[in-house]
């Protein structure tokens, strides 16, 4: 499989361009489109967070612990004392870190259900209101991001499947086949936990109609049909 670095940098080398699309044509301004870029290259680096002792699962549980730390100094900054609300913020972040962590390594293998599909369905969903609720976001921004966080993953388990593939010798590795799949079959109750994080993402985020205006200039179906015809129609007729 890929290396950390490798996901890093080709998740930041797609997700990138994409992301600077969405300002030129419009969609999205300067700091969203960072934000979609950074949150392409997170996306990235998420299927791995079950692998124990990787470089990945300690970055993402030093941000989440560093997040935990920041709601903590948000919520105690009316109602406690500075050095009650520094101390709330270090136990925030300490128990995100260790025992947390240790936790969620305990109840997860690399390669299972995290690695799949549906976990990155999952990571996107829950993105969503994360970004709407805790940060403030606007809809429209929230749920862009949840796409590129998926795009991210989805480029992950992608560069484990093409690296399990060795071209010199025109030989498949037995890791063939255990990335990009939909939800590992073998973990029922896994799988039935990813669906249930879906649902509750999707339940507290915000409702994507304000997606729906970005794209009013898309043409009617039947309006679609005419261009198409008619530039096939000149298409034949240059190369004729």
């Known amino acids: 499989m890929a290396d950390f670095k490798t996901h890093v940098t080709v ?9 600077a699309s969405t300002f030129i044509m ?28 990787s470089a990945a699962i300690r970055l993402i549980f030093r941000l989440f612990g560093a997040l935990a730390g920041g709601l903590a100094i948000a919520f105690g900054m009316d109602k406690l004392l500075h050095w009650q609300i520094l101390a709330l913020a270090i ?4 128990l995100v870190r260790f025992p947390i962590r240790w936790g969620f390594e305990q109840f997860t293998i690399h390669r299972g259900t995290l690695h799949s599909v549906l976990a ?7 993105a969503v209101p994360a970004t709407y609720h ?6 429209k921004t929230a749920w862009c991001i949840g796409a590129f966080v998926f795009l991210g993953a989805t480029i992950h388990l992608v560069l484990d499947e093409l690296y399990s593939i060795e071209l010199s010798g025109m030989r498949i590795k037995r890791s063939f086949g255990t990335a990009m799949k939909i939800t590992d079959w073998g973990e029922p109750l896994a799988s039935i936990l990813l669906v249930l994080g879906c649902v509750v993402g999707y339940w507290l985020s915000p409702s994507a109609d304000a997606w729906l ?3 009013a200039w898309w043409p009617e179906p039947e309006r679609l049909a005419e261009w198409i015809k008619q530039g096939l129609n000149e ?3 240059l190369w004729s």
């Open 11 to 19: 998740a930041a080398i797609l997700s990138a361009p994409l992301a």
């Open 26 to 53: 419009g969609f999205a301004n300067m700091n969203e489109a960072i934000f979609y870029a950074l949150a392409g290259t997170f996306g990235g680096l998420l299927p791995d967070i079950d692998a124990d002792d």
């Open 91 to 94: 136990v925030s972040y300490l």
């Open 120 to 126: 990155n369905i999952m990571f996107a969903i829950l």
């Open 134 to 139: 805790l940060f403030a976001l606007p809809a």
């Open 213 to 215: 205006d970005a794209f």
């Open 235 to 237: 298409f034949n007729h």
